[in-house]
């Protein structure tokens, strides 16, 4: 009866674990702020002029909750739609995190490297627009950067590889975030000097961590049994 109670918990928890899983792709760009406010104290004192700070923003997306596109032939990988975007952003020694829903989109092409007339450049570009349950509440975050003239080395056409380009002479780049609620308005634009894919990582929702638990609790009581017996 024991094993009978031991095979039951580790089918129960092997059957749930395995389709809860999230596929995040993440996009992140550094640089130096050319223009910035921030009304909301989000990065400091109420008020203050960002322009000339360093910032790194964050953009991540569990891709499996998208629809998504991909067309090797057009040697790009898209995934866009409406889902929850996790989003970050640091300037100085300050770090504003927060999860939107909204629309999204992360994106990468290698046309350029593949020499596809269709898609004549290499890009990775970043996208959240959205709010929460607060209706006063707006954001907005964008990042890419295109290389028109000398491919993204290392660039193909996998939302899921994990690489970074350095804007290079040619190349063109735009990072903006905007975060607006009832009191005012944060906001800096920005060239990145670099963006980042960095995507792949299958992990257990905190759902699915829970069934696992309660299929090693039921493991652990078997035991207990038996052992009283």
Known sequence: MAFKY???????????LSPAQATIVTTTSTGVISSGQ???S?????????????????ISVDIDTNRRDTNPGSAYDDSFGSAPIAFS???????????????????????LSQQNGNYPFDEIYGYGNGGNDDPTVSFNATHYIRSNSAALEGLTMNLLDNLTYHLATGDTGYARFTYRNSLG??????????????G????????????FGLGLAGLAASRRKRARR
Request: proline share 4%; charged share 10%; hydrophobic share 40%.
């Open 42 to 58: 989000l990065f400091g004192a109420a008020g203050g002029d960002l322009t000339g700070l360093r910032f790194q923003m964050r």
């Open 185 to 198: 308005t944060t906001t800096f634009s920005a060239t990145p000097d670099s963006i980042s894919l960095n």
């Open 6 to 16: 031991l095979a039951a918990a580790l089918l129960f928890s092997a059957t749930l």
């Open 89 to 111: 952003a640091t300037i100085g020694n300050v770090t504003y995190t927060n999860t939107f829903n909204g629309w999204n989109d992360q994106y990468v092409s290698n046309g």
């Open 200 to 211: 792949g990582a299958s992990v257990p929702e905190p759902a699915t961590l829970g069934i």
């Open 38 to 40: 921030d009304d909301l």
